[in-house]
């Protein structure tokens, strides 16, 4: 079983749109949950990160953690073309080793 | 803001010929990882490094891999060598990872051709 699982799209929506991108993970011991965007022919960014269950917001970008069904999102309101990206849920297991799954790649029409 | 620096940005080499991809990685950082992105494929992880030696890496790194830290500042990834199937995108990031989450800085990247 994947530590983590995430649909690897593509997702399409058109500017404006709410978007809720997904991952499940099954290690119940992960505390961090970690969202990276890659742009295309770029390096991977932290977008943001959460600590155990719950939300964080930050702008148009909230992260939320369901710890009881293993389960974590990230919500991007009124998405913008800019937010054209693949998105990255990678599990942090310790500090050496960081794997990346395919993550989801999104694009935002105009 | 402090960022990762990866040289050469694009190398084209001939199959069989070694290869050094060199980055320069966040001062205070102590954590060292490469990753390669072949075109159209996931990020995948090679190796991390910390306090001077290999602390983890994945089954892509091979014998035909290797990696320094010579200075106190550069952090590189040496193919000796290059097959076909090495031309991808590297990525060298760092971390300070102190309590808490781990969180990396990517470099541009380096792209490798192999010809």
């Known amino acids: 079983q994947k530590e983590v699982e995430q649909d690897p799209g593509p997702l399409s929506v058109p500017e404006g749109a709410i978007v809720s991108l997904n991952c499940t993970y099954s290690?119940?011991?992960?505390?961090?949950f970690m969202w990276y965007r890659q742009y295309s022919r770029k390096g991977p960014e932290l977008l943001m990160y959460?600590?155990?269950?719950g939300n964080k917001e930050d702008g148009r970008f909230t992260a939320q953690v369901d710890k009881s069904s293993k389960y974590i999102s990230l919500f991007i309101r009124d998405s913008q073309p800019s937010d054209s990206a693949t998105y990255l849920c990678p599990p942090q297991r310790n500090n050496n080793d960081m794997r990346f799954g395919a993550g989801t790649r999104l694009t935002v029409k105009p | 803001e402090p960022e990762v620096t990866q040289t050469p940005s694009h190398q084209v080499t001939q199959m069989g010929q070694e290869v050094i991809l060199r980055c320069v990685p966040i001062s205070n950082h102590l954590y060292f990882y490469w990753y390669r992105q072949i075109l159209g494929q996931k990020v995948e992880f090679l190796v991390s490094f910390y306090n001077n030696e290999i602390s983890e890496k994945s089954e892509i790194f091979d014998d035909q891999f290797s990696v320094e830290r010579p200075d106190g500042s550069n952090f590189t990834l040496k193919i000796r060598s290059t097959k076909l199937e090495d031309s991808a995108m590297y990525f060298c990031?760092?971390?300070?990872?102190?309590?808490?989450?781990?969180?990396?800085?990517f470099g541009a990247g380096s792209r490798l051709t192999v010809l």
């Open positions: 959460t600590y155990s269950s």
């Open positions: 290690n119940s011991a992960f505390q961090y």
């Open positions: 990031a760092s971390s300070d990872q102190g309590l808490g989450a781990n969180v990396l800085t």
